[in-house]
């Protein structure tokens, strides 16, 4: 992929800002939209810059969605990940992942374009193995918490903390995916964080053991 090229964006204040202008305009019609329906010609019209200008910054609408969900997945990574990892013990580690996960979906609509742009990608093979770094990193960070919980004695022993964590992974990302159908347009309204609440409530239910 041309990644390297997307990579030398001139170095200066103007040329960051419209790199990230570009992310943030391509997130958003991704979201709206899917990848493979979101045409160049959309991505182009809706930055306001001209082809050339564009195709300076991402020579590919591959190239730009691969450039969102690394920018996302930077962003979740450190806004989540920071502010779960403050919190004192891995069993309230876990318990603010929900708020913090749903807080970034409200102030960062394109936030909602990661579980789509992330399973739109990994059907070609050429971009597979970049793809599963996403889900991948937070299976691992969420393992991590819950290793760490079961040897402080707080979380329930006997379930293999990388298969729980890809488990919880994959439900938060498929809760997006059935908004999406019940709810088209919504992209993290109420329904969304009442299910996702729900979901964090069984698993405190299952997984964490009584004080």
């Given at each position: 992929m041309a990644e390297s090229r997307s990579e030398r964006a001139p170095a200066t204040a103007k040329g960051e800002a419209t790199r990230a202008h570009l992310l943030r305009t391509a997130g958003r019609i991704f979201a709206e939209r899917g990848?493979?329906?979101?045409?160049?010609?959309?991505?182009?019209?809706?930055?306001?810059?001209t082809k050339g200008a564009f195709y300076f910054y991402f020579p590919s609408k591959a190239d730009l969605a691969l450039a969102v969900l690394r920018e996302q997945k930077g962003r979740w990574l450190s806004q989540v990940g920071q502010r779960v990892l403050a919190e004192p013990t891995a069993a309230e580690q876990?318990?603010?992942?929900?708020p913090a996960m749903l807080d970034l979906h409200e102030r960062e609509p394109a936030a909602?374009?990661?579980?789509?742009?992330?399973?739109?990608?990994?059907?070609?093979?050429?971009?597979?193995?970049?793809?599963?770094k996403t889900p991948a990193e937070?299976?691992?960070?969420?393992?991590?918490?819950?290793?760490r919980g079961q040897a402080d004695g707080d979380l329930r022993t006997?379930?293999?903390?990388?298969?729980?964590?890809?488990?919880?992974?994959?439900?938060?990302?498929?809760?997006?995916?059935?908004?999406?159908?019940?709810?088209?347009?919504?992209?993290?309204?109420?329904?969304?964080?009442?299910?996702?609440?729900?979901?964090?409530?069984?698993v405190e239910l299952a997984l964490f053991l009584p004080r």
């Open positions: 990848y493979a329906a979101a045409t160049q010609s959309d991505l182009i019209a809706a930055s306001g810059l876990l318990r603010a992942l929900v909602w374009s990661i579980t789509r742009l992330t399973r739109e990608l990994a059907a070609d093979p050429a971009l597979a193995s970049e793809v599963a937070w299976v691992a960070l969420i393992a991590d918490i819950i290793r006997g379930l293999d903390p990388d298969q729980l964590a890809a488990v919880l992974v994959g439900s938060f990302d498929g809760i997006k995916d059935l908004t999406d159908v019940l709810e088209p347009g919504a992209r993290g309204g109420p329904a969304f964080a009442a299910r996702i609440r729900t979901c964090q409530s069984l």
